[in-house]
């Protein structure tokens, strides 16, 4: 079954907000990933993430204004992106551009469907309808 999302003008906001923290997320950790690695260090996803978590607060407030998954998920996928590439099953990972398959992920339990309506964190609930097959 698929269902479509009809999100309200604030909504849309914070879907656009959530989409670009964990696009910021992605390409602050691939950058920190190449310096690191280019000073002969070994990073990885989680301690990417450990420095990433000790400077937000200070340098990047406004990730606070959506659900903590958008900035946590970058770095698992790009700890599985680096697995891949240097198992030769994929290719040297890329910066994200902003309107290019845009998304973020938000944690199964926070997830609530009732009814006709999505409930996510810090979000009202989102009007949603099931997709008529063509």
Same mark, same amino acid.
């Given at each position: 079954?698929?269902?479509?999302?009809?999100?309200?003008?604030?909504?849309?906001?914070?879907?656009?907000?959530?989409?670009?923290?964990?696009?910021?997320?992605?390409?602050?950790?691939?950058?920190?990933?190449?310096?690191?690695?280019?000073?002969?260090?070994?990073?990885?996803?989680?301690?990417? %993430?450990?420095?990433? +978590?000790? *400077? @937000?607060?200070?340098?990047? #407030?406004?990730?606070?204004?959506?659900?903590?998954?958008?900035?946590?998920?970058?770095?698992?996928?790009?700890?599985?992106?680096?697995?891949?590439?240097?198992?030769?099953?994929?290719?040297?990972?890329?910066?994200?551009?902003?309107?290019?398959?845009?998304?973020?992920?938000?944690?199964?339990?926070?997830? %609530?469907?009732?009814? +006709?309506? *999505? @409930?996510?964190?810090?979000? #009202?609930?989102?009007?949603?309808?099931?997709?008529?097959?063509?």
């Amino acid at each position: 079954m698929c269902y479509l999302l009809q999100p309200t003008v604030k909504q849309e906001i914070y879907f656009g907000k959530a989409c670009g923290i964990a696009r910021f997320t992605w390409n602050w950790a691939l950058a920190e990933w190449d310096t690191q690695y280019k000073a002969g260090l070994k990073p990885s996803g989680m301690s990417l %993430k450990s420095n990433f +978590n000790t *400077l @937000k607060q200070e340098h990047f #407030p406004w990730i606070y204004e959506v659900t903590k998954y958008a900035c946590q998920q970058p770095f698992i996928q790009l700890q599985v992106a680096f697995r891949n590439f240097f198992a030769k099953r994929a290719s040297y990972p890329r910066f994200k551009k902003k309107g290019i398959h845009d998304s973020f992920y938000i944690g199964n339990d926070q997830v %609530k469907i009732t009814d +006709n309506y *999505l @409930k996510l964190p810090k979000l #009202p609930h989102v009007k949603m309808r099931e997709r008529k097959k063509p």
